[in-house]
C-alpha cells in the first residue's frame, strides 16, 4: 500500500526469518493484496519407520521405530548417546488427488533435533535448519509409491555424555575440557515430529 509517498508492505515471518523485498519497477497501482493461501493436512505419517545410523558413532547400524520420539528415550545406549547423521526413511503412497492443479504438496517435519535434509525418491529437496522446519516435495513426489529420506544432523552433546559414562570401553569423542559428564541431562535428538504431508493452494 502506498500512501502520502509511504510504502507500506505486511509480511508474514516465521522465527528467524529472513526476506529481501526489492522494488524494481515504478508503482502502477495504489494498493495490492496478495491472496493469502490455504494449507489442509493431507496425512499424517505415523507408524513405523526405519533409522540408518553413520557408521562408526557407536550405534547399531539399522533400527526400527513404531514411533517418532527423541533418540535419547531409545533402550540400546548406542542409540540414546547417538552423535550423527541418522536417516530415517518411510515409504508412502501418494494417491492421485494429492497433485491437483495449482497445489503444492510440502513435508511438514514438526519438531527437529536439529537439521534435517529432506530427499524423495532420490531426490534431495532440501536442508532445514529451522522452524518451521518444511520443504516443498511437489517436485519429487509423484502418484503411487514414494520413498522418503529424512537425514537428521544433531549435536555432539549426547555422545560427549554416553562417553563419559562409568561403564563405557570404547569413546568415541574427544575434547580438552569436561564441559559434560555422566550425569548432564542429555538433549532431544532426531527427527521428533509429528510428520504430515501439506496441500498448499
Known amino acids: 500500500t502506498i500512501n502520502n509517498g509511504v510504502t507500506k508492505v505486511d509480511l508474514r515471518l516465521e522465527p528467524a526469518d529472513a526476506v529481501f523485498v526489492i522494488f524494481k519497477n515504478k508503482a502502477v ?3 495490492v493484496k496478495v491472496p493469502v493461501k490455504t494449507e489442509n493436512t493431507l496425512t499424517t505419517l505415523n507408524g513405523d519407520w526405519t533409522i540408518n545410523f553413520q557408521k562408526d558413532r557407536g550405534a547399531p547400524a539399522s533400527v526400527k521405530i513404531n514411533d517418532l520420539n527423541s533418540l535419547t528415550e531409545n ?7 547417538f552423535s550423527g547423521t541418522a536417516n530415517y526413511i518411510k515409504s508412502i503412497n501418494a494417491p492421485a488427488q494429492w ?5 503444492a504438496t510440502w513435508l511438514d517435519l514438526g519438531d527437529v ?3 534435517a535434509e529432506v530427499v524423495v525418491n532420490g531426490k534431495s529437496v532440501g536442508i532445514i535448519w529451522k522452524k518451521p522446519f518444511r520443504a516443498d516435495i511437489s517436485s519429487a513426489l509423484k502418484p503411487g509409491k514414494n520413498t522418503l529420506e529424512v537425514k537428521v544432523t544433531n549435536l555432539w552433546v549426547n555422545r560427549i555424555i554416553g562417553d563419559a559414562q562409568p561403564d563405557v570401553t570404547q569413546k568415541y569423542t574427544y575434547t580438552t575440557w569436561d564441559f559434560y559428564n555422566a550425569k ?3 538433549l532431544p535428538s532426531g527427527l521428533l515430529g509429528p510428520v504430515k504431508i501439506v496441500a498448499v493452494k
Do not use: R
Not at 497433485?99 to 497445489?103: A, E, H, L, V
Open 29 to 31: 497501482k495504489m494498493d
Open 75 to 81: 533402550t540400546n545406549t548406542g542409540v540414546k548417546y
Open 99 to 103: 497433485f491437483k492443479k495449482g497445489m
Open 113 to 115: 533435533k536439529n537439521l
Open 184 to 186: 548432564s541431562p542429555l
